[in-house]
């Protein structure tokens, strides 16, 4: 039987952070490994005296970086808690403080000493020049935080905090923790790069100067031949897009579900293709058709007996290859509300003697207002954050998130102009994330009530059907022609001037060679980016899934104070784009105390927290579905928090954990816009490779290359449906999928 | 097999001035003293709202008191969250788990418990025995009724043997010959393992069958704690008279106390009965429809009425009498010889009947 | 779980995937800013014959300069190979590179070690290659245009949505073609040339050789870009003709840096060294770079634009490769020329 712990006094957890401290600061490296974070070359290299690889406790005893010297305090005194009990107050109190202050100090310590001595004048002003550096943290000061974190949530819910459940106040602890470190630090350090001058100093006249730019705000356009500001330029075409695509959606949406349609499933896979492509394919396809010698160009050219244009080129580009890409997300938002509206209020309008354009101009369409809201908000958050369709599409006009990484490494190395940029982008993102929320506000238009309803939805009115028929077979064959001019894109040596059939691009980029001793060497030169990307995805996808679904867990299923800045947090990341995080990620995390960049894990990082909203928003919708006694009765049967999480609830979710696991490794192959800053030598990604492909004029290798990966995310996919019954690709939640 | 053997565990329950307050400003409970006897059973009753669930979800430790003490045994156990505390619970929705046998359902507490596979095992399945589901453990919660369901969830909080068991109203998805049955069950389980139970319900029948003790909320207070009887016999004001079982709400004056006896006047009729520590003057009396006596007219002690409803319900009559102090409902067990709508009658109450109310 | 464990089980597979590759003992981490065959001929051919692991990341120049800037503080790169000369001698300017002098210069054309003079032996050249533009002759012939010879017919009227360059903002070619027509022209004279090809400019490209891809796709009739960019289109079998233009041009010294602070400093050497060889060097013809090679041994190919047959202005490395000239006329140009209407 369950022995009442209170009066107890080991606690085996506590006595397991305790050790994980100690062992941070006696045994491990204190600092970063250059050689990488899974390496393990220095236990056979000078450690632990090698002062690169020295823990901690060695550098103090060697009289060096003498400032770590004071987290000996709380590990010391984190002893005294232990032989305790949980209701003593003093235990309490001694995990709380040794807690904050070994945290603190860690951070402080970490902040205020950087490669070249100390990082504030006024810390060299206070303490005179330190003729001392260090680099970034590493095993022993991410073991010591750790254990300095969860000393201090064993603290306070000793004291109460959350029914005193260790289990959710260290969950808590831990997501705000990380979110604040990979979400709202990044940002931080990016907006303040807007205030910074080239000398370095903080200024808001260069900020002023920076924002107000005329290539930002201009509006010229409206009266000259001058281009117009590039926030004007995003926010229209972003606009433009988001209205199309809703509507294209609803379009779709009805079709698969008030038509007699025949090929209801085929359309809906046909949607789930623009996911699952990397970006600039389109926008290739695109230009093989449209561009100035494109098939469709020419073709009107000759018709017409005028001279071909670059007329794609810009807008109109932009807007056919956003519309295509993101069309679908629209779709799978809307299909979900189109099937949710009551089909008994529908009938019930009927019967009240409303015409059947009348009960859809009056009772459908407004139930739906909330999945159309979301809807464009996707698209219009997509559109500003796409990067690879303005990159080969743009033309000269200019938008914010190509704008943003050309600050950054055009010629002119201007990292405050970036930031400027990217606080034009989010507050623009951020704008709409609120508009609509404040919109739809708690309005609730859900008439699904559970209940069994036993209606069936009407079918289209007839004026509505015919040009819904008509866009969604326009449509349907336009998306099915851009994708066999990829797939015969990659089989042709050149495209429009040497249509050879070949598979050179193929073998370039995907070759073997058995050599005769039998080893393989994978010579071809798509190799090396597409294991890492694999790989990457591989491990970021069940990280993802993981974060995700425990924030829903503590976002549905328990109160905490500050719960809706937690919740903001936590969604934060879904509004802000990619190239955003891409340089606030470059910012923040290359140089100490957090030195990431050129690893393996800044990707992995990038990833989770890009994805990490789709997750808490399946787990919350599926998690809502799960009655809260369930969690109970798993608690009042002597399980802990996560015993209950792992063994109830974790069960009972399988297709929320299996949307997200999906879509976060297929935006984890298909990302470019965060991913283009963050690539380095050894971390190259398949899309960061592409995009050199089709820098270099190599568009067959490119889409080559891009193929492979739609049938390996296809069969991945497809893997996963085998394995679970069901593909929940299409599952989304309220908000959807964050921006490339 | 194991045999589930008389609980020796049983522990007390006891509130010292709890307050639980939500979201800031809402008091759920309200300064709440109370005491539970080990091996007792014990009902919160009270109408939805009350605070009677809150109360039980803090003896659980689902919810944490603002303010107070609660103790189980002689334990403080306040801060202590669920998980730790040694007390399991049957919830109304049953909260089976959906993905689980029957067998692994009742096994969940016993394994967080630390018995061995063998020992979890041979306790799951005595605990079916006693609830009588032999035979049923390889089975999905899906595949079982309503009543059934009931029963493992009965189950899987038993085999703890916990110091406290928690019922919150775990017969409102029966329907209600099953309900009379399984509360029964209930009542010789807990009588034959001695457990300390405290057992929530909003049905007054419920409570005064199955209960040792009823501890009547209202407003997160006590309105009233004691014996079924004495609930019944002796309510302390109107919203308990009401509330358990019906009762005519009646004034009258206080004419005369001497020591623990009042004498009463209702309009002409006089009545003699416990003064329960009132005062002269005007005063409040319940009178449950049972205790009304209807005779014909102009028998000694009582007064003229006229019955104004006259309702044939099976096993007796309901009658809607108007008196001189208003209008009266009576039930008479008489049915052979019922009176007609229209007609005079006198009206008396049993010497038992009227019980003053204690000023509010 | 099988789904995680099916993820795991692939991760743990690539992992052993890209572990089969790294057998070499020491490493040495590639900046590379020439074209991505060439880059990965490099840093294969390296790792082959010395057996030292390559991590190679090809970035353009402007992109690559601004992440050694960034890094600055914590250096993650070793050797910068490839690139137009100018942000070389800008991080050499800056700091940002180390000083070597390797042993083998002596085999090296002279325009190739007065750059390396010029930024006190930070930087030296690997290749030349000189300013030009082509055009698709096709598209020229379709649209009835006459054919162009010189910068200023790039003027004409008909021309107008034609003529295609990068933004001098993000490619250091366009920086180098502004030097050039300045130091040309004059800077007054030049600007107004500016002024006049922007009215018959259809984009600013961000990347430097992408207008002559354009034109090669028949996306764009002329390119203004490297002549040795134009002719690897003209190989590649698009109908592209190369111009060196009558006035004389400039050119670029292709460059290579050994980064200051970096973390494998005698693995970065010998690749200098190596880098630097006849038959290295000589091997660029396997990947269509029609750069002049700086070794004096190396092969060349006959479809490389001849450097002895073009007119090449005397072209101030020094002066227009600074940071504060370059920021001038950067701004000039931005203040003056881009915001033209078209």
Redesign the interface.
């Given at each position: 039987m369950p022995t009442i712990t209170s009066e107890n006094t080991t606690h085996p957890t506590l006595i397991f952070w305790i050790i994980v401290g100690w062992v941070g600061f006696l045994l491990v490296p204190w600092y970063g490994i250059e050689d990488g974070f899974f390496t393990f070359e220095w236990l056979s290299d000078g450690y632990p005296t090698d002062s690169d690889y020295a823990p901690g406790a060695f550098l103090i005893g060697q009289g060096k970086k003498l400032w770590l010297a004071p987290l000996l305090l709380p590990l010391i005194a984190s002893l005294f808690a232990l032989g305790r009990a949980k209701s003593d107050p003093l235990f309490a109190k001694i995990l709380i403080s040794a807690g904050v202050f070994g945290f603190c100090w860690l951070l402080m310590q970490g902040f205020s000493i950087g490669l070249r001595g100390w990082q504030f004048g006024w810390l060299e002003a206070l303490f005179g020049p330190l003729n001392d550096r260090q680099f970034g943290m590493g095993y022993g000061a991410m073991f010591l935080a750790s254990a300095f974190l969860f000393m201090f949530t064993q603290g306070i819910a000793a004291r109460g905090a959350i029914n005193g459940d260790v289990f959710v106040v260290s969950a808590i602890s831990l997501v705000v923790t990380i979110v604040t470190v990979f979400v709202f630090f990044p940002i931080a350090r990016l907006l303040i790069a807007a205030f910074i001058t080239e000398e370095g100093k903080y200024s808001i006249s260069i900020f002023a100067d920076k924002f107000f730019d005329d290539r930002i705000w201009g509006i010229q356009c409206l009266t000259s031949g001058i281009k117009c500001g590039v926030a004007w330029n995003s926010l229209f075409l972003a606009l433009l897009v988001g209205v199309i695509t809703t509507v294209l959606g609803l379009t779709f949406a009805l079709v698969v579900t008030r038509s007699r349609f025949k090929y209801k499933r085929n359309l809906r896979a046909l949607t789930v293709l623009p996911i699952i492509t990397p970006p600039f394919v389109i926008g290739l396809a695109l230009i093989l058709l449209f561009g100035q010698s494109g098939t469709v160009t020419v073709f009107f050219a000759e018709l017409l007996g005028i001279q071909p244009t670059r007329w794609m080129y810009g807008l109109p580009g932009l807007l056919i290859a956003q519309t295509l890409a993101f069309t679908p997300i629209a779709f799978l938002v809307l299909i979900g509300v189109v099937e949710g509206v009551s089909p008994s209020m529908e009938e019930a309008a009927q019967t009240l003697r409303a015409s059947k354009w009348e009960v859809f101009r009056t009772v459908s369409l407004p139930l739906m207002r909330p999945g159309l809201a979301n809807a464009f908000l996707l698209g219009f958050i997509e559109s500003m954050a796409d990067f690879g369709n303005p990159l080969v599409l743009g033309g000269n006009y200019d938008v914010l998130s190509t704008d943003i990484f050309f600050a950054i490494v055009g010629a002119q190395y201007d990292q405050g102009r970036a930031a400027v940029l990217a606080m034009v982008l989010l507050t623009f993102t951020l704008g709409a994330f609120y508009a609509q929320r404040f919109w739809l506000g708690n309005k609730s238009y859900t008439s699904v009530s559970g209940k069994g309803d036993a209606g069936v939805h009407p079918m289209m009115p007839r004026r509505l059907a015919y040009p819904v028929y008509t866009i969604a077979a326009i449509w349907v064959s336009f998306t099915i022609v851009v994708y066999l001019m990829i797939l015969a894109g990659s089989f042709v040596e050149i495209w429009g001037i040497n249509n050879t059939i070949t598979i050179k691009h193929y073998l370039t980029a995907f070759s073997i060679n058995f050599e005769e001793t039998g080893v393989r060497r994978w010579t071809g030169s798509a190799w090396g980016s597409f294991f890492t990307t694999l790989k990457i995805a591989a491990i970021a996808a069940p990280l993802t899934a993981a974060l995700g679904l425990v924030t829903a867990y503590l976002l549905t299923r328990q109160d905490f104070r500050g719960k809706n800045a937690f919740e903001f947090g936590t969604m934060l990341s879904f509004a802000i784009p990619g190239t955003v995080i891409g340089v606030s990620y470059i910012l923040a995390f290359n140089v100490p105390p957090i030195e990431l960049t050129g690893t393996g894990i800044i990707l992995v990082i990038s990833f989770i927290f890009r994805n990490m909203p789709v997750g808490v928003r399946a787990g919350i919708a599926s998690m809502s579905q799960l009655d809260k006694s369930l969690d109970e009765a798993s608690l009042t049967l002597g399980a802990n928090s996560w015993q209950t999480f792992r063994r109830v609830i974790l069960p009972l979710l399988r297709p929320a954990i299996l949307a997200a696991l999906v879509y976060s490794f297929v935006r984890a192959m298909t990302a470019i816009s965060a991913v283009i800053f963050l690539v380095s030598a050894e971390y190259n990604m398949a899309t960061a490779y592409i995009i050199g492909r089709v820098e270099n004029n190599d568009y067959g290798l490119a889409i080559a290359y891009s193929t492979t990966l739609i049938v390996v995310m296809l069969s991945a996919v497809g893997l996963l449906q085998f394995l679970v019954g069901r593909t929940k690709i299409g599952r989304r939640s309220s908000f959807g999928p964050t921006a490339v | 097999m194991a045999e589930l053997t008389k609980n020796k565990?049983a522990a007390s329950v006891t509130f010292e001035n709890v307050t639980k307050i939500y979201g800031g400003d809402v008091r759920a409970v309200d300064n709440i003293s109370l005491s539970i006897e080990p091996g007792k059973l014990v009902t919160l009753l009270g109408p939805s709202g009350c605070g009677k669930t809150t109360t039980l979800?803090m003896i659980?430790?689902?919810?944490?008191a603002t303010e107070g003490k609660i103790l189980i045994g002689d334990?403080?156990?306040s801060?202590?969250?669920?998980?730790?505390?040694?007390?399991?619970?049957v919830?109304?929705?049953y909260?089976?788990?959906?993905?689980m046998t029957v067998l692994e359902n009742v096994s969940?507490?016993l394994k967080?418990?630390?018995f061995d596979k063998d020992e979890t095992r041979s306790r799951a399945l005595a605990g079916l025995d006693l609830v009588g589901l032999n035979g049923f453990d390889g089975r999905l919660p899906s595949e079982l009724s309503g009543g059934q369901q009931q029963r493992v969830?009965v189950a899987?909080?038993l085999v703890?043997?916990p110091q406290v068991l928690?019922f919150d109203e775990p017969l409102s998805n029966l329907d209600a010959k099953l309900r009379r049955q399984v509360r029964q069950d209930i009542r010789d389980i807990q009588q034959n393992l001695g457990l300390t139970v405290v057992y929530v319900t909003h049905d007054q029948e419920e409570a005064l069958a199955v209960s040792d003790r009823i501890i009547v909320m209202r407003n997160a207070a006590i309105a009233q704690e004691g014996t079924p009887r004495e609930l019944y016999e002796a309510p302390v004001d109107r919203f308990v008279a009401d509330f358990i079982g019906e009762a005519n709400l009646i004034h009258c004056q206080i004419d005369s106390v001497s020591g623990e006896t009042a004498e009463i006047s209702i309009g002409k009729m006089k009545h003699t009965l416990r003064s329960r520590g009132m005062q002269p003057g005007p005063a409040t009396v319940a009178v449950r429809p049972g205790r009304v006596a209807l005779s014909s007219p102009a028998t000694s002690n009582s007064v003229p009425a006229k019955i104004l409803k006259s309702t044939f319900v099976g096993n007796h009559m309901e009658y809607v009498v108007d008196t001189g102090f208003g209008v009266i409902f009576a039930m008479s067990e008489a049915v052979e010889t019922p009176f007609d709508t229209g007609q005079d009658v006198g009206l008396s109450f049993a010497k038992s009947g009227p019980v003053l109310l204690l000023a509010e | 779980m099988k789904n995680v464990s099916l993820l795991a089980s692939s991760a743990v597979v690539a992992l052993a995937a890209s572990a089969s590759v790294s057998f070499a003992e020491g490493k040495v981490t590639l900046y590379c800013s020439a074209q991505e065959d060439w880059c990965q001929l490099m840093a294969r051919g390296f790792e082959e014959e010395t057996g030292t692991k390559v991590n190679m990341t090809r970035k353009s120049s402007g992109e690559t300069f601004a992440q050694i800037k960034a890094e600055a503080s914590n250096p993650k790169g070793d050797v910068w190979w490839g690139g137009t000369g100018d942000p070389h001698l800008q991080a050499a300017e800056e700091g940002l590179t180390a000083a070597y002098v390797s042993p083998m210069r002596g085999e090296l054309n002279d325009w190739a070690i007065s750059q390396a003079t010029s930024a006190n032996d930070k930087t030296i050249g690997i290749y030349s290659g000189a300013l030009g533009y082509g055009y698709n002759t096709e598209l020229l012939a379709a649209a009835g245009l006459p054919e162009p010879q010189c910068w200023k017919d790039l003027l004409k009227p008909e021309f107008k949505g034609h003529v295609q360059m990068a933004n001098p903002n993000s490619s250091g070619t366009a920086y180098t073609t502004l030097a050039t027509i300045v130091q040309l022209f004059g800077e007054d004279e030049g600007f107004e040339f500016m002024k006049s090809l922007h009215a018959n400019i259809n984009q600013y490209t961000k990347s430097g050789s992408a207008p002559i891809k354009a034109a090669a796709r028949g996306e764009n009739t002329i390119g203004i870009v490297f002549m040795h960019d134009a002719v690897k289109q003209a190989v590649s079998g698009f109908p592209i003709k190369v111009v060196a233009p009558c006035e004389g041009t400039g050119f670029e010294i292709g460059s290579m840096s050994i980064i200051e602070g970096g973390r494998n400093p005698e693995n970065a050497q010998a690749f200098y060294d190596w880098a630097l060889t006849a038959d290295v060097q000589s091997m660029a013809l396997e990947v269509k770079a029609f750069q002049v090679p700086s070794n004096k041994g190396a092969e060349t190919s006959p479809s490389a634009p001849d450097l002895a047959s073009i007119k090449l202005i005397d072209y101030d490395f020094a002066l227009y490769g600074s940071s504060a000239e370059r920021k001038r006329l950067l701004q000039k140009w931005d203040e003056e020329v881009s915001i033209l209407p078209q």
């Amino acid at each position: 039987m369950p022995t009442i712990t209170s009066e107890n006094t080991t606690h085996p957890t506590l006595i397991f952070w305790i050790i994980v401290g100690w062992v941070g600061f006696l045994l491990v490296p204190w600092y970063g490994i250059e050689d990488g974070f899974f390496t393990f070359e220095w236990l056979s290299d000078g450690y632990p005296t090698d002062s690169d690889y020295a823990p901690g406790a060695f550098l103090i005893g060697q009289g060096k970086k003498l400032w770590l010297a004071p987290l000996l305090l709380p590990l010391i005194a984190s002893l005294f808690a232990l032989g305790r009990a949980k209701s003593d107050p003093l235990f309490a109190k001694i995990l709380i403080s040794a807690g904050v202050f070994g945290f603190c100090w860690l951070l402080m310590q970490g902040f205020s000493i950087g490669l070249r001595g100390w990082q504030f004048g006024w810390l060299e002003a206070l303490f005179g020049p330190l003729n001392d550096r260090q680099f970034g943290m590493g095993y022993g000061a991410m073991f010591l935080a750790s254990a300095f974190l969860f000393m201090f949530t064993q603290g306070i819910a000793a004291r109460g905090a959350i029914n005193g459940d260790v289990f959710v106040v260290s969950a808590i602890s831990l997501v705000v923790t990380i979110v604040t470190v990979f979400v709202f630090f990044p940002i931080a350090r990016l907006l303040i790069a807007a205030f910074i001058t080239e000398e370095g100093k903080y200024s808001i006249s260069i900020f002023a100067d920076k924002f107000f730019d005329d290539r930002i705000w201009g509006i010229q356009c409206l009266t000259s031949g001058i281009k117009c500001g590039v926030a004007w330029n995003s926010l229209f075409l972003a606009l433009l897009v988001g209205v199309i695509t809703t509507v294209l959606g609803l379009t779709f949406a009805l079709v698969v579900t008030r038509s007699r349609f025949k090929y209801k499933r085929n359309l809906r896979a046909l949607t789930v293709l623009p996911i699952i492509t990397p970006p600039f394919v389109i926008g290739l396809a695109l230009i093989l058709l449209f561009g100035q010698s494109g098939t469709v160009t020419v073709f009107f050219a000759e018709l017409l007996g005028i001279q071909p244009t670059r007329w794609m080129y810009g807008l109109p580009g932009l807007l056919i290859a956003q519309t295509l890409a993101f069309t679908p997300i629209a779709f799978l938002v809307l299909i979900g509300v189109v099937e949710g509206v009551s089909p008994s209020m529908e009938e019930a309008a009927q019967t009240l003697r409303a015409s059947k354009w009348e009960v859809f101009r009056t009772v459908s369409l407004p139930l739906m207002r909330p999945g159309l809201a979301n809807a464009f908000l996707l698209g219009f958050i997509e559109s500003m954050a796409d990067f690879g369709n303005p990159l080969v599409l743009g033309g000269n006009y200019d938008v914010l998130s190509t704008d943003i990484f050309f600050a950054i490494v055009g010629a002119q190395y201007d990292q405050g102009r970036a930031a400027v940029l990217a606080m034009v982008l989010l507050t623009f993102t951020l704008g709409a994330f609120y508009a609509q929320r404040f919109w739809l506000g708690n309005k609730s238009y859900t008439s699904v009530s559970g209940k069994g309803d036993a209606g069936v939805h009407p079918m289209m009115p007839r004026r509505l059907a015919y040009p819904v028929y008509t866009i969604a077979a326009i449509w349907v064959s336009f998306t099915i022609v851009v994708y066999l001019m990829i797939l015969a894109g990659s089989f042709v040596e050149i495209w429009g001037i040497n249509n050879t059939i070949t598979i050179k691009h193929y073998l370039t980029a995907f070759s073997i060679n058995f050599e005769e001793t039998g080893v393989r060497r994978w010579t071809g030169s798509a190799w090396g980016s597409f294991f890492t990307t694999l790989k990457i995805a591989a491990i970021a996808a069940p990280l993802t899934a993981a974060l995700g679904l425990v924030t829903a867990y503590l976002l549905t299923r328990q109160d905490f104070r500050g719960k809706n800045a937690f919740e903001f947090g936590t969604m934060l990341s879904f509004a802000i784009p990619g190239t955003v995080i891409g340089v606030s990620y470059i910012l923040a995390f290359n140089v100490p105390p957090i030195e990431l960049t050129g690893t393996g894990i800044i990707l992995v990082i990038s990833f989770i927290f890009r994805n990490m909203p789709v997750g808490v928003r399946a787990g919350i919708a599926s998690m809502s579905q799960l009655d809260k006694s369930l969690d109970e009765a798993s608690l009042t049967l002597g399980a802990n928090s996560w015993q209950t999480f792992r063994r109830v609830i974790l069960p009972l979710l399988r297709p929320a954990i299996l949307a997200a696991l999906v879509y976060s490794f297929v935006r984890a192959m298909t990302a470019i816009s965060a991913v283009i800053f963050l690539v380095s030598a050894e971390y190259n990604m398949a899309t960061a490779y592409i995009i050199g492909r089709v820098e270099n004029n190599d568009y067959g290798l490119a889409i080559a290359y891009s193929t492979t990966l739609i049938v390996v995310m296809l069969s991945a996919v497809g893997l996963l449906q085998f394995l679970v019954g069901r593909t929940k690709i299409g599952r989304r939640s309220s908000f959807g999928p964050t921006a490339v | 097999m194991a045999e589930l053997t008389k609980n020796k565990k049983a522990a007390s329950v006891t509130f010292e001035n709890v307050t639980k307050i939500y979201g800031g400003d809402v008091r759920a409970v309200d300064n709440i003293s109370l005491s539970i006897e080990p091996g007792k059973l014990v009902t919160l009753l009270g109408p939805s709202g009350c605070g009677k669930t809150t109360t039980l979800r803090m003896i659980a430790g689902l919810e944490m008191a603002t303010e107070g003490k609660i103790l189980i045994g002689d334990q403080d156990v306040s801060m202590l969250p669920a998980t730790d505390r040694d007390v399991s619970m049957v919830f109304q929705s049953y909260a089976l788990f959906p993905h689980m046998t029957v067998l692994e359902n009742v096994s969940y507490g016993l394994k967080y418990s630390g018995f061995d596979k063998d020992e979890t095992r041979s306790r799951a399945l005595a605990g079916l025995d006693l609830v009588g589901l032999n035979g049923f453990d390889g089975r999905l919660p899906s595949e079982l009724s309503g009543g059934q369901q009931q029963r493992v969830a009965v189950a899987r909080a038993l085999v703890l043997e916990p110091q406290v068991l928690l019922f919150d109203e775990p017969l409102s998805n029966l329907d209600a010959k099953l309900r009379r049955q399984v509360r029964q069950d209930i009542r010789d389980i807990q009588q034959n393992l001695g457990l300390t139970v405290v057992y929530v319900t909003h049905d007054q029948e419920e409570a005064l069958a199955v209960s040792d003790r009823i501890i009547v909320m209202r407003n997160a207070a006590i309105a009233q704690e004691g014996t079924p009887r004495e609930l019944y016999e002796a309510p302390v004001d109107r919203f308990v008279a009401d509330f358990i079982g019906e009762a005519n709400l009646i004034h009258c004056q206080i004419d005369s106390v001497s020591g623990e006896t009042a004498e009463i006047s209702i309009g002409k009729m006089k009545h003699t009965l416990r003064s329960r520590g009132m005062q002269p003057g005007p005063a409040t009396v319940a009178v449950r429809p049972g205790r009304v006596a209807l005779s014909s007219p102009a028998t000694s002690n009582s007064v003229p009425a006229k019955i104004l409803k006259s309702t044939f319900v099976g096993n007796h009559m309901e009658y809607v009498v108007d008196t001189g102090f208003g209008v009266i409902f009576a039930m008479s067990e008489a049915v052979e010889t019922p009176f007609d709508t229209g007609q005079d009658v006198g009206l008396s109450f049993a010497k038992s009947g009227p019980v003053l109310l204690l000023a509010e | 779980m099988k789904n995680v464990s099916l993820l795991a089980s692939s991760a743990v597979v690539a992992l052993a995937a890209s572990a089969s590759v790294s057998f070499a003992e020491g490493k040495v981490t590639l900046y590379c800013s020439a074209q991505e065959d060439w880059c990965q001929l490099m840093a294969r051919g390296f790792e082959e014959e010395t057996g030292t692991k390559v991590n190679m990341t090809r970035k353009s120049s402007g992109e690559t300069f601004a992440q050694i800037k960034a890094e600055a503080s914590n250096p993650k790169g070793d050797v910068w190979w490839g690139g137009t000369g100018d942000p070389h001698l800008q991080a050499a300017e800056e700091g940002l590179t180390a000083a070597y002098v390797s042993p083998m210069r002596g085999e090296l054309n002279d325009w190739a070690i007065s750059q390396a003079t010029s930024a006190n032996d930070k930087t030296i050249g690997i290749y030349s290659g000189a300013l030009g533009y082509g055009y698709n002759t096709e598209l020229l012939a379709a649209a009835g245009l006459p054919e162009p010879q010189c910068w200023k017919d790039l003027l004409k009227p008909e021309f107008k949505g034609h003529v295609q360059m990068a933004n001098p903002n993000s490619s250091g070619t366009a920086y180098t073609t502004l030097a050039t027509i300045v130091q040309l022209f004059g800077e007054d004279e030049g600007f107004e040339f500016m002024k006049s090809l922007h009215a018959n400019i259809n984009q600013y490209t961000k990347s430097g050789s992408a207008p002559i891809k354009a034109a090669a796709r028949g996306e764009n009739t002329i390119g203004i870009v490297f002549m040795h960019d134009a002719v690897k289109q003209a190989v590649s079998g698009f109908p592209i003709k190369v111009v060196a233009p009558c006035e004389g041009t400039g050119f670029e010294i292709g460059s290579m840096s050994i980064i200051e602070g970096g973390r494998n400093p005698e693995n970065a050497q010998a690749f200098y060294d190596w880098a630097l060889t006849a038959d290295v060097q000589s091997m660029a013809l396997e990947v269509k770079a029609f750069q002049v090679p700086s070794n004096k041994g190396a092969e060349t190919s006959p479809s490389a634009p001849d450097l002895a047959s073009i007119k090449l202005i005397d072209y101030d490395f020094a002066l227009y490769g600074s940071s504060a000239e370059r920021k001038r006329l950067l701004q000039k140009w931005d203040e003056e020329v881009s915001i033209l209407p078209q």
